[in-house]
């Protein structure tokens, strides 16, 4: 009997303990499935982290980078214009206005005929009844000079070339506006004129690589200068859209 019982105890005992290790077993299990989900958010947090602060620093470049642009295009507009326009040798407003500049030559004959009248007025004292016609023509003379000199200005002033809407052109956005702008660039016929080395002189002074014959700004100049909508509408559909830059 005693060998029973002790048979008997060692069968509970191992029921038992097979009960409580297998209770045991599927918790471990269950722990470790928590273990690796919680790893692998872990994984997934660190590469978001990871990217957002690449890109967060690219952001920061950029920034640095445009903040640059803009202290050296302020930079020169400051100094005398002389050395902007420099890049523009081929705007047609400069042919324009030298034609302009012809009416004033006549001025200075003109100014010389009141200097004139000093021998007339030194011959007035001799002859008093002749003195009147003589001061009248000196009087008179001023008149046409001052009349030329004062529609000089009327005839400069359609020469000056009217600003046009450069954003239009494929590749220029606000910053590309802003800093032609303070080249002097204002119009389509400037950029449709521009030479080889305008092109290379500007795209030194902006910091740029070949932008300007890759995205053809002279092509579309060309076109919107001779008022050919149809044309460049059809040459380049995305102009004036979000794909504009």
Same mark, same amino acid.
């Given at each position: 009997?005693?060998?029973?019982?002790?048979?008997?105890?060692?069968?509970?005992?191992?029921?038992?303990?097979?009960?409580?290790?297998?209770?045991?077993?599927?918790?471990?299990?269950?722990?470790?499935?928590?273990?690796?989900?919680?790893?692998?958010?872990?994984?997934?947090?660190?590469?978001?982290?990871?990217?957002?602060?690449?890109?967060?620093?690219?952001?920061?470049?950029?920034?640095?980078?445009?903040?640059?642009?803009?202290?050296?295009?302020?930079?020169?507009?400051?100094?005398?214009?002389?050395?902007?326009?420099?890049?523009?040798?081929?705007?047609?407003?400069?042919?324009?206005? %030298?034609? =302009? #500049?012809?009416?004033? /030559?006549? !001025? *200075?004959? +003109? &100014? @010389?005929?009141?200097?004139? $009248?000093?021998?007339?007025?030194?011959?007035?004292?001799?002859?008093?009844?002749?003195?009147?016609?003589?001061?009248?023509? %000196?009087? =008179? #003379?001023?008149?046409? /000079?001052? !009349? *030329?000199? +004062? &529609? @000089?200005?009327?005839?400069? $002033?359609?020469?000056?070339?009217?600003?046009?809407?450069?954003?239009?052109?494929?590749?220029?956005?606000?910053?590309?506006?802003?800093?032609?702008?303070?080249?002097?660039?204002?119009?389509?016929?400037?950029? @449709?004129?521009?030479?080889? $080395?305008?092109?290379?002189?500007?795209?030194?002074?902006?910091?740029?690589?070949?932008?300007?014959?890759?995205?053809?700004?002279?092509?579309?100049?060309?076109?919107?200068?001779?008022?050919?909508?149809?044309?460049?509408?059809?040459?380049?559909?995305?102009?004036?859209?979000?794909?504009?830059?």
């Amino acid at each position: 009997m005693t060998f029973f019982y002790i048979v008997l105890a060692f069968l509970v005992g191992v029921l038992v303990g097979w009960f409580i290790w297998g209770r045991l077993r599927g918790e471990l299990d269950i722990l470790r499935g928590d273990l690796d989900r919680t790893r692998s958010e872990r994984d997934r947090l660190r590469a978001d982290s990871d990217r957002l602060t690449g890109e967060l620093d690219a952001c920061g470049k950029t920034r640095a980078d445009l903040e640059r642009r803009l202290r050296e295009t302020s930079t020169p507009s400051a100094k005398p214009s002389s050395s902007a326009p420099a890049a523009l040798v081929s705007t047609p407003s400069t042919a324009k206005s %030298a034609p =302009a #500049a012809k009416p004033a /030559a006549p !001025a *200075k004959p +003109a &100014a @010389a005929k009141p200097a004139a $009248a000093k021998p007339v007025a030194a011959k007035s004292a001799a002859k008093p009844a002749a003195s009147k016609p003589a001061a009248a023509k %000196a009087s =008179a #003379a001023p008149k046409p /000079a001052a !009349a *030329k000199l +004062a &529609a @000089a200005p009327k005839k400069d $002033a359609p020469t000056a070339a009217k600003a046009d809407n450069l954003r239009r052109l494929i590749g220029i956005g606000p910053v590309n506006d802003k800093l032609l702008k303070g080249l002097g660039v204002t119009t389509y016929a400037q950029i @449709a004129a521009w030479t080889a $080395a305008d092109v290379k002189r500007i795209e030194d002074t902006l910091n740029f690589d070949g932008r300007i014959a890759r995205e053809k700004w002279i092509e579309q100049a060309k076109l919107l200068a001779a008022g050919d909508e149809k044309e460049f509408a059809r040459q380049f559909p995305t102009a004036g859209t979000a794909n504009n830059t």
